[in-house]
């Protein structure tokens, strides 16, 4: 075997385990950013449904799955972000999947929250379409 011969198989076998290494890495893994995404409205469905006091474990298991994806996220171990977010989505759908089944709906909660006013509906009196000006 010739010297060039042995460079060329010792370059080539250097270059598969680098390959190997970088391939194993958080440089070349995508991000769960929709993962994450999907979680976050999961939890924030839950809580609409009241599943925080209607459901407290199971809501509870949803937050502290989010917490260690997000941690995890952080510190960019995006495979089990993302494990842990499939987790907390499950068990924020759980919880408000049993809220909702427990007799409460988005209908009977819409009064409790911060109301926007319809901008369809224009003005409510003729006084608040052009105010007074000042002289």
């Not at 260690?68 to 759980?94: G, H, I, P, T, V």
């Not at 929250?113 to 379409?129: L, N, V, Y």
Request: a neutral charge; charged letters at 20%; glycine letters at 6%.
């Amino acid at each position: 075997m010739g010297r060039a011969a042995f460079f060329s198989r010792f370059y080539f076998i250097w270059a598969l385990f680098a390959f190997g290494v970088a391939s194993g890495c958080s440089i070349l893994a995508t991000r769960p950013v929709q993962e994450m995404s999907d979680t976050a409205a999961a939890i924030k469905a839950a809580r609409e449904v009241q599943a925080d006091t209607l459901t407290p474990e199971l809501f509870r298991q949803a937050n502290e799955w989010y917490q260690l994806a997000r941690r995890e996220y952080k510190f960019k171990n995006f495979k089990l972000a993302s494990q842990y977010a499939a987790q907390a989505r499950d068990y924020a759908e759980q919880a408000e999947f049993e809220a909702i089944r427990g007799g409460v709906s988005r209908g009977d909660l819409e009064g409790t929250a911060t109301s926007h006013p319809d901008p369809s509906s224009g003005p409510a009196s003729p006084e608040q379409a052009h105010p007074p000006s000042s002289p």
